[in-house]
């Protein structure tokens, strides 16, 4: 694969003009930055909605700033803040952006959720066609895998009023899930989904959808590895990345999951990732065939004893390609998603992308995890852990010494928890989940964060 041509390709498919990235966090806009600065971009505006925890990219000639969102109760309230503010700009980011660009010549890149078509009088390039966000609806996405061939578990869609009498019908005995449609907008991170299996959480659950949805995708609990697939569709071909590990857990005495993201350093076997790359061709093509989709996608399921399970469909560039994105540094995803988007570019050799692509993240072996919290921190800070033979950990003071790194510090839901893996954490490739649990439990404990007791 010619990398060097694809960048070429990429630098020529994006608009001419100044750059206004903004939508998402600094840490992520700086990045978005970074990477069309390097694609030659000459003059680039990077406004954060709020900063962020963890290291910004450096840029040598973009505008850094900085807009605040206040605070959110949850990750989602936050995100639709912001689609908020972007849809009526406040004066301070009125003011930045007329300055930045007087005479209005500027096209706009914003986050992969969003779906305007301009920002202050300037054009959003690679818009999101309604037809395309529609699929944020998790309650038609088993009629969806189902009409691209795809196996999906049992389940059936109803009225919040008839939610029990459905979940009675399909729990198997070990609870039903939960999941909103997207009447109040697009939704993410677990947060419209619930575990049920007894009164106290179904009682729960009813009451949190109460008002908050027309209707409920109700499915049984699937025991196995909380997984995905993503996939890119371009103009006749769809290019699939590697399976990844979503790291999610049942909390005592809560109906809701606890996301902590999506962990690298599961290598799913040979027979598993053919499974699930089919999979990914099977939907991107439907959704190429049916409603003309180009870009980003990506399924999450559950790997079963009988075999992967899909369970919703995110038709954006989601989370899992953060972490892609670490290993394929020299192709910036985000601009390639939105020029792929935008029909502005044609990869000409897909099939090239994808082997190069499989083969760099054959090595991304290091753990990552990431999950919002509630306890307010105002200012960042590092700490280190160490991991034992027998895989026990604890903190320590000596750097050299530790196996993964924690960052902690504010976000608009109060705060943020990232745990980066160094090299003396030696991944063999299995599932992080009982390390994560073990993580996760002490930091929860150190800080006090109120996460619960972590029983799957």
């Known amino acids: 694969m010619d990398i060097d041509r694809l960048r070429a390709d990429l630098a020529a498919a994006l608009p001419s003009g100044p750059l206004i990235v903004t939508g998402g966090i600094l840490l992520t806009e700086a990045g978005a930055a970074a990477a069309a600065e390097a694609l030659g971009v000459e003059h680039i505006l990077a406004i954060g909605i709020g900063r962020g925890t963890g290291p910004l990219a450096e840029t040598a000639r973009a505008e850094i700033h900085v807009v605040d969102p206040g605070p959110s109760a949850t990750m989602m309230e936050a995100m639709r803040r912001t689609a908020t503010l972007l849809a009526d700009p406040p004066a301070e980011m009125v003011d930045l952006i007329e300055a930045f660009d007087p005479a209005g010549e500027a096209w706009v890149l914003l986050d992969p959720t969003s779906r305007q078509p301009t920002l202050c009088g300037r054009p959003v390039f690679g818009i999101r066609r309604p037809e395309w966000w529609a699929l944020e609806d998790k309650t038609t996405n088993d009629a969806l895998f189902t009409d691209a061939g795809v196996t999906t578990a049992p389940s059936r869609i109803v009225a919040p009023a008839d939610a029990a009498t459905a979940a009675a019908e399909l729990d198997d005995g070990a609870g039903t899930v939960w999941s909103g449609d997207a009447l109040e907008g697009f939704n993410g991170g677990g947060e419209y989904v619930r575990v049920?299996?007894?009164?106290?959480?179904?009682?729960?659950?009813?009451?949190?959808?109460?008002?908050?949805?027309?209707r409920l995708r109700i499915a049984p609990f699937l025991e196995g590895l909380p997984c995905s697939i993503h996939g890119l569709v371009l103009?006749?071909?769809?290019?699939?990345?590697?399976?990844?590990?979503?790291?999610?857990?049942?909390?005592?005495?809560?109906?809701?999951?606890?996301?902590?993201g999506v962990g690298e350093g599961w290598v799913a076997p040979h027979d598993v990732?053919?499974?699930?790359?089919?999979?990914?061709?099977?939907?991107?093509?439907?959704?190429?065939?049916?409603?003309?989709?180009?870009?980003?996608?990506?399924?999450?399921?559950?790997?079963?004893?009988?075999?992967?399970?899909?369970?919703?469909?995110?038709?954006?560039?989601?989370?899992?390609?953060?972490?892609?994105?670490?290993?394929?540094?020299?192709?910036?995803?985000?601009?390639?998603?939105?020029?792929?988007?935008?029909?502005?570019?044609?990869?000409a050799d897909a099939d090239g992308f994808e082997s190069w692509a499989v083969e760099r993240l054959r090595g991304a072996v290091r753990p990552r995890l990431g999950l919002p919290v509630r306890r307010q921190f105002e200012d960042e800070q590092t700490r280190w852990l160490a991991r034992d033979d027998a895989g026990r950990w604890s903190w320590t003071d000596d750097e050299a010494a530790a196996s993964a790194v924690l960052t902690i510090g504010p976000a608009p839901t109060g705060g943020f928890v990232r745990v980066d893996a160094t090299d003396r954490w030696a991944h063999e490739g299995s599932p992080v989940r009982r390390d994560a649990a073990a993580l996760i439990g002490l930091i929860d404990a150190e800080y006090e964060l109120g996460l619960g007791r972590i029983v799957a």
């Not at 009682?203 to 908050?212: L, V």
């Not at 103009?235 to 902590?260: K, M, W, Y």
């Not at 192709?331 to 502005?344: E, K, Q, S, Y």
Request: charged fraction near 25%.
């Open 196 to 214: 049920v299996d007894d009164d106290a959480s179904a009682a729960e659950a009813t009451e949190f959808f109460g008002g908050r949805v027309e």
């Open 273 to 347: 990732a053919t499974e699930l790359k089919s999979v990914a061709r099977r939907v991107g093509a439907h959704l190429a065939s049916s409603v003309g989709y180009r870009g980003a996608f990506g399924v999450d399921g559950v790997l079963t004893p009988d075999g992967f399970r899909p369970t919703e469909l995110n038709p954006r560039l989601s989370g899992g390609f953060f972490r892609i994105q670490r290993s394929v540094a020299e192709v910036p995803l985000r601009l390639l998603d939105a020029a792929v988007r935008a029909g502005t570019l044609t990869l």
């Open 235 to 260: 103009d006749g071909s769809v290019v699939t990345f590697r399976p990844i590990e979503l790291v999610n857990f049942r909390v005592a005495g809560r109906s809701q999951l606890l996301f902590a």
